[in-house]
């Protein structure tokens, strides 16, 4: 079983559109985050929930919009994405909001035209 | 701000050396630091966390110091298999409810 999945795998689309990716784990745990990882690899928290209540938003812009409808599940909605916004997003989980051992699912490679 | 540095970008050993990996960090001394795997296309996993009251940590050919004096997590693997060739990051706690990653190190180990 599967413990974060993430949908898509890939996604390729054009400037100015909007796209969602969602997330979800079936680990029973409390805290789910976002992050985005560049093509220097490296790693950079954006958002993290915490029994579906936003605790951390890391100065990222507004355009990101995530949505959590229940402790399991952490979506990511962006509007009018920009070259930049390429990147692979990934979604990961603790067992709550101390942080410790997170899980990641497997990512998503959105490329921006 | 805390930051966390990887100092290595890549590694190249021979197999059955001991890869050694080397994590500093600047200000404030985290409660713990934990090492993730990430191989190519893939997300990080989970490998070990040391608590900053822990010296050492093992895990089978696994071993992660902690010097709170030195800022400094040493991550060893020995007796490196091919198999251990992956990307490995470091990642601290930076305050609470987040943590920091460093940018990794590419450890390429060589039959």
């Known amino acids: 079983d599967t413990a974060v999945s993430q949908t898509p795998k890939y996604l390729v689309t054009q400037m100015g559109n909007d796209k969602s990716i969602k997330c979800e784990q079936n680990l029973g745990h409390d805290t789910m985050y976002w992050y985005k990882q560049d093509s220097k690899k490296f790693l950079k928290i954006m958002f993290s929930y915490n029994n579906k209540e936003l605790i951390i938003n890391e100065t990222v812009p507004n355009r990101f919009s995530p949505k959590s409808p229940d402790k399991a599940h952490l979506n990511l909605h962006i509007n009018s994405l920009e070259l930049g916004d390429s990147a692979v997003y990934f979604c990961?989980?603790?067992?709550?909001?101390?942080?410790?051992?997170?899980?990641f699912g497997p990512g998503t490679r959105l490329t921006v035209l | 701000s805390q930051k966390i540095e990887q100092n290595s970008e890549a590694l190249n050993i021979q197999e059955g050396k001991t890869a050694t990996l080397t994590c500093n960090y600047t200000?404030?001394?985290?409660?713990?630091l934990q090492w993730y795997r990430q191989d190519p296309g893939r997300g990080p996993v989970f490998l070990l966390l040391i608590r900053e009251n822990e010296k050492e940590k093992r895990k089978e050919r696994l071993k992660v110091t902690f010097d709170t004096t030195l800022k400094q997590s040493l991550f060893h693997i020995t007796a490196s298999q091919p198999a251990d060739s992956a990307t490995y990051l470091c990642?601290?706690?930076?305050?609470?409810?987040?943590?920091?990653f460093g940018s990794g190190t590419r450890l390429s180990i060589r039959p």
């Open positions: 990642a601290l706690d930076s305050s609470a409810s987040k943590i920091i």
């Open positions: 200000n404030y001394s985290p409660a713990y």
């Open positions: 990961a989980s603790s067992q709550d909001w101390s942080v410790g051992e997170q899980f």
